[in-house]
């Protein structure tokens, strides 16, 4: 079975400009979620989707948005870049639903805010 | 307000020896809990989890143990190997998944070096 993957795996942006990231999960899977990872701040909750539906956001500005297709493949977008945005960012999946709690992550993409 | 803590960010130790990460919590309502271990340039592999109706959960090298009232739980891996070397992430959740969703909280992990 495929893992979850991640593109792109690097990018650097411009501050003010707006970046896309996508996340393919595992098949099957129904829920995505994604998180940023900063040194020292641990992996961050952005949000959750689950069947083409927000379930559960984190405290981040409206700049980071998030959208789930109907083949459960995800994307996040970041408007207005700023330089504390550079992080590497995180996409996990899950069944969703039932008694198994563990999410399985992608290798992240690294960007870089200049 | 973190409520997910790990308060020793590096642990070094020889190997063969045992290793004990540590993670504390403040969010009684967590009712689950997850060790993922991370390699450079990797994501988050899954370890060992543990609900809070248990106090102990073994897999092969790895314990998980709970202290519910000290809202506090540890990782032992005996023995170490060098491949054990990474970051070591503590996680929790609420909730069943259907009805509060997929959300994980984790510590800021801990640095673990096991030495040859």
């Known amino acids: 079975k495929a893992g979850v993957t991640q593109t792109p795996r690097y990018l650097i942006k411009t501050r003010g400009q707006q970046v896309t990231l996508s996340c393919s999960p595992i098949s099957g899977h129904r829920s995505v979620s994604w998180y940023q990872q900063t040194p020292g701040q641990g992996l961050q909750f952005l949000f959750e989707?689950?069947?083409?539906?927000?379930?559960n956001k984190g405290n981040f500005p409206g700049r980071f948005s998030g959208r789930q297709f109907s083949n459960s493949r995800s994307e996040m977008n970041v408007s207005t870049l700023e330089l504390g945005d550079s992080a590497l960012y995180l996409c996990?999946?899950?069944?969703?639903?039932?008694?198994?709690?563990?999410?399985?992550f992608g290798p992240g993409t690294r960007l870089t805010v200049t | 307000d973190q409520q997910v803590k790990q308060n020793s960010p590096s642990l070094s130790v020889q190997e063969g020896r045992i290793s004990i990460l540590n993670c504390d919590y403040t969010n009684s309502m967590f009712d689950y809990f997850l060790w993922y271990k991370k390699y450079p340039a990797e994501g988050p592999t899954f370890l060992i989890s543990i609900s809070s109706i248990k106090d102990k959960n073994e897999d092969g090298r790895f314990t998980v143990f709970l202290n519910k009232s000290a809202k506090h739980l540890s990782l032992h891996i005996v023995p170490s190997q060098p491949g054990d070397s990474a970051v070591y992430f503590c996680a929790a959740r609420k909730g069943k998944e259907e009805t509060s969703g997929s959300r994980l909280t984790f510590g800021e992990g801990t640095q673990l070096t096991v030495n040859p």
């Open positions: 996990a999946s899950s069944s969703g639903s039932g008694s198994i709690y563990e999410q399985y």
């Open positions: 989707y689950f069947s083409e539906t927000q379930r």
